[in-house]
């Protein structure tokens, strides 16, 4: 059965910064595309980054390109988001996500989810 489960979320100041981690299960962690994607209230779910775990390929969305760091750690089926100077737009529910995508920002080109983790920043 394929799991994905976030964690680290929480509230902070902004210009602060969290690490988010995505644990995984039921897959072969180096056969998917991992991707990290956020909704806020009454707003689209948008990609934030992804990366291919086979060979280190990453994506940005423009709005966190300099501040957010994607990595993995394949030995542990782990996914990290590592997120600097954060600010209030970056609040929003953050969701890991697996698949086979052609648009690696797509949230649609993805068909296995977790369950979200809150990021709330404050001003």
């Known amino acids: 059965e394929v799991q994905l489960v976030e964690s680290g979320g929480g509230l902070v100041q902004a210009g602060g910064s969290l690490r988010l981690s995505c644990a995984a299960s039921g897959f072969t962690f180096d056969d998917y595309s991992i991707g990290w994607f956020r909704q806020a209230p009454g707003k689209e779910r948008e990609g934030v980054s992804c990366i291919v775990t086979s060979d280190g390929r990453i994506y940005y969305a423009d709005s966190v390109k300099g501040r957010f760091t994607i990595s993995s750690d394949n030995s542990k089926n782990t996914m990290y988001l590592q997120m600097n100077s954060l600010k209030p737009e970056d609040t929003a529910i953050y969701y890991c996500?697996?698949?086979?995508?052609?648009?690696?920002?797509?949230?649609?080109?993805?068909?296995?989810w977790g369950q979200g983790t809150q990021v709330t920043v404050s001003s």
């Open positions: 996500a697996a698949g086979e995508p052609l648009d690696f920002l797509r949230p649609g080109d993805f068909g296995f």
